[in-house]
């Protein structure tokens, strides 16, 4: 998880302004897996985006995968990065995860307040299905 990050962050440490970073963002979001139309259900959407976003956790080999969708090109790419971070990962690691990486490569400062509110309602959302399967599942600290 740690190397993702880090890769990420050499990524946008890459792009001269924000605008290449926001374009970044973008082209991950076009290149985020299809979702299953199955999965895009009223039970699947991230309460407290303004934008309609889909995300769906599955639990395999003690980690957690995630897909995601949504309507809104920018909303897509913001959580295809976080995809990116929070999938593939065990739920201790996601609960755990330090989130400054997002500070440092400038999504906090540039994102409009209900984007904002979005991007934190999508991470508490990985998080809660990160508490939910480690519940479930028993899983120790």
Request: glycine content about 4%.
């Amino acid at each position: 998880m740690k190397e993702e990050i880090q890769y990420i962050v050499e990524e946008f440490e890459l792009l001269s302004d924000w605008q290449e970073k926001y374009m970044h963002i973008i082209e991950m979001g076009k290149e985020l897996p299809e979702m299953a139309s199955s999965f895009k259900s009223e039970d699947n959407i991230v309460r407290g985006c303004q934008s309609k976003v889909w995300l769906h956790a599955s639990y395999q080999d003690e980690k957690i995968l995630f897909e995601a969708d949504s309507d809104a090109i920018i909303t897509k790419g913001l959580i295809a990065l976080l995809i990116r971070v929070f999938s593939d990962q065990r739920p201790d690691d996601i609960l755990h995860m330090d989130l400054t990486f997002l500070d440092t490569i400038g999504v906090s400062d540039h994102l409009s307040m209900t984007r904002s509110n979005g991007l934190r309602a999508m991470i508490k959302q990985m998080q809660l299905y990160a508490l939910a399967f480690k519940t479930k599942e028993g899983i120790s600290s």
